[in-house]
T-cell receptor, first 116, second 114 residues
């Protein structure tokens, strides 16, 4: 298995532009998580899905952020409009899911976002 | 509120020595804990986990100890190698059993001197 695949690895954009980050979880994993990592706040959970359904989006900073999971093999995190304070590394992770009782998350390599 | 924090931001050890990385948590409802290793430019990588019904668990060169009385978690790395240099994070589930949700600490940087 290729693991959790994220794209793009790096994105530099200007304030006000729309940013879309993409994630392909490990095949067979039923839970998907989006985390944001910054020096100041560490790793923060933004949102997670189980069986493609959003379970907890309380970590999403504001309405500019949205996430979707249209099918079991794809998820997007969108920021519109982007702001400089959104600059961070965004990680996607997946796990076997609630029914397995497993909490081990497998992380992707991350998408480093810089908003100028 | 919930807080998972690390005592030391940076730990420097000599190659071959044992390393101990500490973590404090505040949510007594947490019943699952996990350690991750993050190398520069990569995502966090699973090392070892432990449930609250245990106080010790061993892996290959790593041991996790859990002291629920004082809400303390530690990761011991035996015979530390240069490849162990990374940031180490502890995480807890905040009592959210089987949701997969993890709350991460701030991380400790481990530097291994040759």
């Amino acid at each position: 298995d290729a693991g959790v695949i994220q794209s793009p690895r790096h994105e530099v954009t200007e304030m006000g532009q729309e940013v879309t980050l993409r994630c392909k979880p490990i095949s067979g994993h039923n839970s998907l998580f989006w985390y944001r990592q910054t020096m100041m706040r560490g790793l923060e959970l933004l949102i997670y899905f189980n069986n493609n359904v959003p379970i907890d989006d309380s970590g999403m900073p504001e309405d500019r952020f949205s996430a979707k999971m249209p099918n079991a093999s794809f998820s997007t995190l969108k920021i519109q409009p982007s702001e400089p304070r959104d600059s961070a590394v965004y990680f996607c992770a997946s796990s076997p899911g609630l029914s397995s009782g497993a909490n081990v998350l497998t992380f992707g390599a991350g998408s480093r976002l810089t908003v100028l | 509120g919930e807080n998972v924090g690390l005592h030391l931001p940076t730990l420097s050890v000599q190659e071959g020595d044992n390393s101990i990385i500490n973590c404090a948590y505040s949510n007594s409802a947490s019943d699952y804990f996990i350690w991750y290793k993050q190398e520069s430019g990569k995502g966090p990588q699973f090392i070892i986990d432990i449930r609250s019904n245990m106080d010790k668990r061993q892996g290959q060169r790593v041991t996790v100890l859990l002291n629920k009385t004082v809400k303390h978690l530690s990761l011991q790395i035996a015979a530390t190698q240069p490849g162990d240099s990374a940031v180490y994070f502890c995480a807890e589930n905040g009592g959210s059993s089987n949701t997969g949700k993890l709350i991460f600490g701030q991380g400790t940087t481990l530097q291994v001197k040759p």
